[in-house]
């Protein structure tokens, strides 16, 4: 627990901070005081009175940052930095030395135990605030990168395992094409189903890593024109399947996206997903309509829907979301995750809602909504 004194200065969460936590560790309460009533207007504040306690307290809830005097009783702040630097699970943590020490040995010896930066006492109040700012950025902006490193070299691990299956069914189909085992049309449908699954999963690596390298250029889109020529690019999937197709498209719905992406990365693949995921005969409805936020766009479907383990991980790249078509249809289980990146591109959210077929459910089928920003002007922005 923390000592008396500083007792009010305990997990502060006041109403309207940041989501980031600092921890300042100090043996004096005055200064814990001062220090924590100044950060707990930006952030959530917690204290500690002694190295032990930060680590304790540490090993429970890890901050985003944490301030720590050297000065000490017992455990001082290096023997302190030196125990979080040795833990895998607590290293990547800033920590920024509050030190009345201005020695340059001294200083030299905190940034060699891992400390960030420091502050020296008295501080200036501005310049505290810059730094922990600073650093609690430059964590952020870290944490970030490795997400999205984490995410595609995670996509493209489990692409290129996913290409390997066309891959080898084209070697496959060539090898008993050679020894006369297949007849000509046998070959050529294996082969141009394996080659369709491949260009797949190339475009969604490219589409993917256009998103995050360039950015999108934002335009004013008519989204019914933009619903229109996905319909026509899919026809002939509707029609082989007999399913039966309905628009019911409002007027003059103009909203903010990139056009290239919105018809093949995103319509598309709910119209591919709807169709992949419906019964011969079944049906399916697109809807445009103006809502009080924005713009929407429904595809909704009467097919065999989602469990509930699909369904909680559709967004996610690591889920394992991929299966089967009613037809045997293939794909690689990443286009729901593009297309939310996509949408939120360009500044618009989904929702989904979906009833899985079975012995006690009446009904079944997926929707899937997404609504845009309206366009206020045709200009382009770059985002």
Not at 135 to 144: G, M
Request: hydrophobic residues 40%; charged residues 25%.
């Amino acid at each position: 627990m923390c000592s008396h004194e500083s007792s009010d200065l305990c997990n502060v969460e006041p109403a309207g901070t940041s989501r980031f936590t600092v921890l300042v560790v100090d043996d004096t309460p005055k200064n814990l005081q001062v220090v924590g009533n100044l950060l707990k207007k930006h952030y959530q504040v917690d204290v500690a009175t002694h190295g032990k306690q930060a680590l304790e307290k540490i090993s429970k809830r890890p901050p985003d940052l944490i301030l720590l005097d050297i000065m000490m009783p017992e455990m001082d702040g290096y023997e302190v930095c030196r125990c979080l630097r040795d833990n895998t699970q607590t290293q990547d943590i800033p920590i920024i030395f509050l030190t009345a020490k201005t020695e340059i040995e001294d200083l030299v010896k905190g940034f060699a135990l891992g400390a960030v930066d420091y502050v020296t006492k008295p501080f200036i109040t501005e310049e505290l605030l810059a730094r922990v700012k600073t650093h609690l950025e430059l964590r952020q902006s870290r944490q970030e990168i490795s997400r999205l490193l984490s995410d595609r070299n995670q996509l493209i691990h489990v692409l290129c395992h996913d290409m390997a299956t066309p891959i080898n069914i084209i070697k496959c189909a060539s090898d008993m094409f050679l020894k006369d085992m297949l007849e000509t049309d046998q070959y050529a449908e294996m082969v141009q189903c394996a080659n369709e699954q491949c260009q797949q999963i190339v475009e969604l690596i490219r589409s993917m890593m256009a998103l995050e390298d360039k950015g999108l250029l934002l335009t004013a889109i008519d989204l019914n024109d933009a619903v229109r020529e996905s319909v026509s690019m899919l026809q002939s999937q509707l029609q082989s399947k007999g399913i039966a197709f309905s628009q019911q498209l409002g007027e003059d719905l103009w909203i903010t996206a990139e056009r290239t992406s919105l018809i093949h990365s995103v319509i598309n693949n709910l119209l591919t997903n709807a169709v992949k995921f419906t019964d011969e005969g079944g049906q399916i409805e697109l809807r445009t309509y103006t809502t009080d936020q924005g713009i929407a766009f429904s595809c909704r479907d009467n097919g065999i829907g989602m469990p509930r383990r699909i369904l909680d991980s559709l967004f996610d790249v690591n889920g394992k979301t991929h299966r089967p078509g009613t037809a045997g249809e293939q794909g690689t289980g990443f286009g729901m995750p593009l297309v939310k990146r996509f949408v939120e591109a360009y500044g618009g959210w989904m929702s989904v809602s979906s009833q899985e077929r079975s012995e006690t459910a009446s009904q079944s089928g997926t929707t899937i909504c997404i609504e845009f920003v309206k366009a206020p002007v045709s200009e382009s922005v770059l985002l």
